[in-house]
């Protein structure tokens, strides 16, 4: 349910931007995933491993799936144009693009360019941001940082991958994990009584550790140190959660919504496990969407919209952790939609 004491943080953030700049805000999320569905009980025949075995080690019940002749591009751009639909803004109005991807349809061109032609944002920026399941939360910041300077008014942020056309098929213990989706939010400037972006606290670690996760370019398929990645991951989305809300000025206990990279349902429930959590106030939407990297959090914001939790005024925690090794916590107020 959402605290009524997030009426309070309508006000600028300690941490974010100083009272006399603009104020950044989330205006509008939507999703676009893939029809195709590939369900574990399916994956688990393939794999010569049991439905149960796969749900009690991933949480994921059934994964969006892009078919061959499907683009990234194409359903990147749908997610944004729903996003600036439910906004009221119109594409022409948009200054900057970004793709949250690490899975293109080609080397080049990025991604973003062609999803700014497809939306019709033809006066628009538009460019990649690779950093992994960190990225849309990477993006997110650059976003803050260029509408509260002036420099852009309207950035349309979509995290976008189609992980199973990378994922090692061979590979029991990560094949499970993965899928497809896309995944925008757009923000803008701050206009009504709700709506913020406070602090965005990033981190890396290119260290040997970070070979946990590595795709390499001969065969592009995934290589996943599956206990290492969950050590890190929740050690270091735990440290940047409670850093963030620290930074804004809070307590865990003034956060409305978790809404964290949903790479594993154990690494969720771990999470909020260390962090103290009440599970009702921590996103987990990983049984029917998988992890599809950069996505997960807009698709994680985009179901609790629909179910009720996320509304103007709540105040939300984001926390990401990726290859890289790359994380990051952040802390926003929702702003809502334009119109209403």
């Given at each position: 349910?959402?605290?009524?004491?997030?009426?309070?943080?309508?006000?600028?953030?300690a941490?974010?931007?100083?009272p006399?700049?603009?104020?950044?805000?989330p205006?509008?999320?939507a999703?676009?995933?893939?029809?195709?569905?590939?369900?574990?009980a399916?994956l688990a025949?393939?794999?010569?491993?049991?439905?149960?075995w796969?749900?009690?080690?991933?949480?994921?019940r059934?994964?969006?799936?892009?078919?061959?002749?499907?683009?990234?591009?194409?359903?990147?751009?749908r997610?944004?144009?729903?996003?600036?639909?439910?906004?009221?803004?119109?594409?022409?109005?948009?200054?900057?693009?970004i793709?949250a991807t690490?899975?293109?349809d080609e080397?080049?061109?990025?991604?973003?360019?062609?999803?700014?032609?497809?939306?019709?944002?033809?006066?628009?920026?538009?460019?990649d941001?690779?950093a992994a399941c960190?990225?849309w939360?990477?993006?997110?910041?650059?976003?803050?940082?260029?509408?509260?300077?002036?420099?852009?008014?309207?950035?349309?942020?979509i995290?976008?991958?189609?992980i199973?056309?990378?994922v090692?098929?061979?590979?029991?213990?990560?094949?499970p994990?993965?899928?497809?989706?896309?995944?925008?939010?757009?923000?803008?400037p701050?206009?009504?009584?709700h709506?913020?972006?406070?602090?965005?606290?990033?981190g890396?670690?290119?260290?040997?550790?970070?070979?946990?996760?590595?795709?390499?370019?001969a065969?592009?398929?995934?290589?996943?140190?599956?206990?290492?990645?969950?050590?890190?991951?929740?050690?270091?989305m735990?440290?940047?959660?409670q850093?963030?809300v620290?930074?804004a000025?809070?307590?865990?206990?003034?956060?409305?919504?978790?809404?964290?990279?949903?790479?594993?349902?154990?690494?969720t429930?771990a999470?909020?496990?260390?962090?103290?959590?009440?599970p009702?106030?921590?996103?987990?939407?990983?049984?029917?969407v998988?992890?599809?990297?950069?996505?997960?959090?807009?698709?994680?914001?985009?179901a609790?919209?629909r179910?009720?939790?996320?509304?103007?005024?709540?105040?939300?925690?984001?926390g990401?952790f990726?290859?890289?090794?790359?994380?990051g916590?952040?802390?926003?107020e929702w702003g809502?939609?334009?119109?209403g």
């Amino acid at each position: 349910m959402v605290n009524t004491a997030s009426r309070e943080f309508s006000a600028p953030l300690a941490g974010g931007p100083a009272p006399e700049t603009i104020r950044a805000a989330p205006h509008a999320v939507a999703s676009a995933l893939p029809e195709r569905r590939l369900t574990s009980a399916e994956l688990a025949e393939r794999l010569g491993l049991s439905e149960e075995w796969i749900v009690s080690r991933t949480g994921v019940r059934e994964r969006p799936v892009a078919a061959p002749d499907e683009r990234l591009a194409d359903f990147a751009a749908r997610a944004g144009r729903a996003a600036l639909e439910r906004a009221g803004v119109d594409p022409g109005e948009l200054d900057l693009v970004i793709a949250a991807t690490m899975t293109p349809d080609e080397v080049t061109p990025n991604a973003a360019p062609l999803i700014a032609h497809a939306l019709g944002a033809h006066r628009a920026g538009a460019y990649d941001v690779g950093a992994a399941c960190t990225a849309w939360l990477c993006g997110a910041s650059i976003a803050a940082a260029q509408i509260e300077t002036g420099r852009s008014r309207w950035v349309l942020v979509i995290g976008a991958d189609f992980i199973t056309r990378i994922v090692n098929w061979e590979d029991k213990r990560s094949a499970p994990l993965f899928a497809d989706g896309a995944g925008a939010v757009l923000f803008g400037p701050a206009t009504g009584e709700h709506g913020a972006v406070g602090p965005i606290l990033l981190g890396a670690d290119g260290s040997s550790a970070a070979q946990a996760i590595v795709v390499p370019h001969a065969d592009r398929r995934i290589r996943l140190d599956g206990p290492e990645v969950y050590r890190h991951a929740v050690a270091r989305m735990a440290e940047a959660t409670q850093a963030a809300v620290a930074r804004a000025g809070l307590t865990l206990q003034d956060i409305d919504l978790f809404a964290f990279h949903q790479a594993n349902a154990r690494i969720t429930r771990a999470l909020g496990e260390r962090l103290g959590l009440d599970p009702a106030r921590v996103v987990d939407c990983i049984a029917q969407v998988g992890n599809s990297s950069a996505a997960t959090i807009p698709l994680a914001l985009a179901a609790a919209e629909r179910d009720g939790r996320l509304r103007p005024g709540a105040r939300v925690a984001l926390g990401a952790f990726g290859g890289g090794f790359t994380w990051g916590g952040g802390v926003i107020e929702w702003g809502g939609e334009r119109d209403g």
